[in-house]
């Protein structure tokens, strides 16, 4: 009896009956859609968060959880920033654009936000930041704010999105692998989904 109990209590993971799989990035044109809807709605938080995270191409336990201290100085906020990754414990460094320090700057004078701070505080604890579940459920409505079909994306897209612009201009994997912190070149050829002739053409051109 006892072990039927336990097995009816037992929580189910957040993905049961969900499309699961690599999420694609979003298209240039795409970012720039959710980016002017958020600015029309005027949603700082949301606009703040969404362009870094496209530019800081962070994990979303790594995302929810920067302070203010990380992005920003009493100058202002820092044109590249680094924070240490909780998956893998490696450091890894980002630049943060113009275009979101303005929204990043306007949001902590909104939020009136400390040093110390969260940068994307809870509303529930002042204390606690926003959690990986509730980043995920923004990405959903930002995803829906163009017409595109949530169940297709998730918060990996937007980390995977300027990674991939970098690659399709560049070719040059290396630093998309700096960039995404990865420890193998391999995992990144996968987390991109590079097709294996292009991966060939890359290792091809490199000199050992």
């Excluded at 700082?44 to 870094?52: P, Q, T, V």
């Excluded at 969260?118 to 002042?126: D, G, H, Q, V």
Aim: include cysteine.
């Amino acid at each position: 009896m006892e072990a039927n109990t336990n097995s009816n209590s037992r929580s189910f993971p957040w993905n049961k009956d969900k499309l699961v799989g690599q999420k694609p990035p979003l298209k240039l044109k795409e970012v720039w859609a959710i980016r002017m809807r958020l600015q029309l709605a005027k949603r700082h938080r949301d606009l703040a968060m969404f362009n870094l995270a496209i530019d800081s191409k962070l994990r979303g336990c790594d995302l929810v959880s920067l302070t203010v201290n990380d992005i920003a100085t009493v100058t202002g906020v820092k044109s590249r920033a680094g924070v240490r990754q909780r998956k893998t414990g490696r450091p890894v460094q980002f630049e943060i654009t113009e275009q979101t320090r303005e929204a990043l700057t306007r949001w902590i004078e909104r939020a009136t936000l400390g040093p110390n701070n969260y940068l994307f505080p809870s509303k529930i604890k002042a204390s606690h930041h926003i959690t990986t579940r509730q980043y995920s459920r923004l990405t959903t409505r930002w995803i829906g704010l163009i017409g595109l079909n949530p169940d297709g994306y998730g918060t990996h897209s937007f980390r995977r999105t300027k990674a991939s612009l970098i690659y399709k201009r560049t070719g040059n994997i290396r630093a998309v692998q700096l960039l995404l912190g990865h420890t193998k070149l391999e995992s990144t050829v996968r987390y991109l989904g590079i097709e294996i002739d292009d991966a060939l053409s890359i290792a091809e051109e490199m000199d050992v």
